[in-house]
């Protein structure tokens, strides 16, 4: 019954922006952290933006200064607002929560794919 439900993907041309979104259902949406993570081809899934419950962030040295991740706790959606972005953030970006009380609970997306144009 739970399900992350990412979407805001496509293609996009280098120094432009797009917004990723992530609708959670069957969670309590305000008890968990969030994340995103991304995976590109042959490579491994790495983590690119963190939100705790309290709103704390945390991103990658790679897109630190060009993506925002936030949250709506009314709408259970997470976001992740990325600018000026470049060919190397092509990857399929998942949508990741974890319970703050119980860490063991963590549940994934089904990715979306962002393709940067060069």
């Known amino acids: 019954q739970v399900q992350l439900q990412e979407s805001g993907g496509g293609l996009v041309q280098a120094g432009g922006s797009l917004r990723l979104s992530c609708a959670a259902s069957?969670?309590?949406?305000?008890?968990?952290?969030m994340a995103w993570y991304r995976q590109a081809p042959e490579k491994q899934r790495e983590l690119v933006a963190t939100?705790?419950?309290?709103?704390?962030?945390n991103y990658a040295d790679s897109v630190k200064g060009r993506v925002t991740i936030s949250r709506d706790n009314a709408k259970n959606t997470v976001y992740l607002q990325m600018n000026s972005l470049k060919p190397e953030d092509t990857a399929v970006y998942y949508c990741?929560?974890?319970?703050?009380?119980?860490?063991?609970?963590?549940?994934w997306g089904q990715g979306t794919q962002v393709t940067v144009s060069s």
């Open positions: 990741f929560a974890q319970n703050s009380r119980v860490y063991a609970y963590t549940y």
């Open positions: 069957g969670i309590i949406f305000g008890a968990d952290h």
């Open positions: 939100i705790t419950t309290g709103d704390n962030t």
